[in-house]
């Protein structure tokens, strides 16, 4: 029997699930730059929180997430699928920062 008010919970019906942010990357990687908009849904908010963490500054740290996302594409064919997606990210992060931010 169909059961409207929870729909998850009949068999018939088959939730969708987003793709692992592995397979979204692999797609930017082969040129499908519209997924680069969901890596960017799911990655920008830690980014900016990693950011602001390193540098205090708010304003700098939306920069340096845009960085981030235009560094992505421009290094897409880097991109390797034998780790995890959140490490390669944060490499670009902290080369980022430490550019942006040199020790003094």
């Known amino acids: 029997m169909f059961n409207r008010a929870r729909p998850w919970l009949n068999p018939s019906c088959q939730l969708w699930t987003p793709p692992p942010t592995n397979e979204l990357m692999i797609a930017v990687r082969a040129g499908e730059i519209d997924k680069l908009g969901d890596l960017f849904e799911r990655h920008h908010r830690p980014l900016y929180g990693f950011f ?12 340096l997430v845009q960085l981030v996302f235009y560094r992505i594409l421009k290094y897409r064919h880097t991109y390797r699928d034998e780790g995890r997606f959140s490490a390669w990210i944060y490499h670009l992060a902290r080369q980022g920062r430490r ?6």
């Open 52 to 63: 602001v963490r390193h540098t205090g500054d708010r304003t700098a740290s939306e920069d």
């Open 99 to 104: 550019r942006s931010f040199p020790a003094e």
